[in-house]
Structures are given as C-alpha cells and as structure tokens.
C-alpha cells in the first residue's frame, strides 16, 4: 500500500522494511529505493524527508530536461 512520504520519519521507522518509491511526473521513470539501502548509507536515525528531496529522475538530469530531474512524486511502501 502506498502512503504520503510523512509516514516515515527517521529511516529506522516500521522496522525499516519499508520502500521509497518515487516517480518523474515529467518522463515517468519510476524507481523503487529499499529503506534498507538508505538505512546503510545514512543509518537508522536520520530523517526521510530531507534525503528525498536529494534524488533526482537520472534520464531528465541525463539530457539536461528543463525540469532539471526534480519534478517527481515520493511514496512510502510499506509490506503487509
Ligand atoms: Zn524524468
Ligand atoms: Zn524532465
């Protein structure tokens, strides 16, 4: 089920099984980013937010889109 990224706080929340799923609005490449990938690269205790607003759609960065890779939707997946 996907839920509003504020579902998760710091990256250790639900057990950090969850998945960042994020979406270009401009070219539709989706991606889907475990939160046990986040987990290893900034650990338990950082917050979601501000480490989703870093990625970006890498085929609109690629040929330089006017959206500059940062017009995409963020959702949290989490397993039932
Ligand atoms: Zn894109
Ligand atoms: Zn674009």
């Not at 759609?57 to 500059?68: K, L, M, Q, W």
């Amino acid at each position: 089920m996907p839920f509003e990224l504020d579902k998760i706080d710091r990256l250790g929340d639900y057990g950090g099984v969850w998945s960042l799923g994020i979406r270009c609005r401009c070219c539709d490449h989706a991606r889907l980013i475990p939160a046990s990938f986040l987990i290893r690269l900034y650990g338990r205790n950082r917050r979601l937010v501000p480490i989703a607003q870093r990625f970006y759609c890498s085929p609109c960065t690629g040929r330089r889109c006017a959206c500059a890779g940062k017009d995409f939707d963020a959702l949290i997946w989490i397993p039932r």
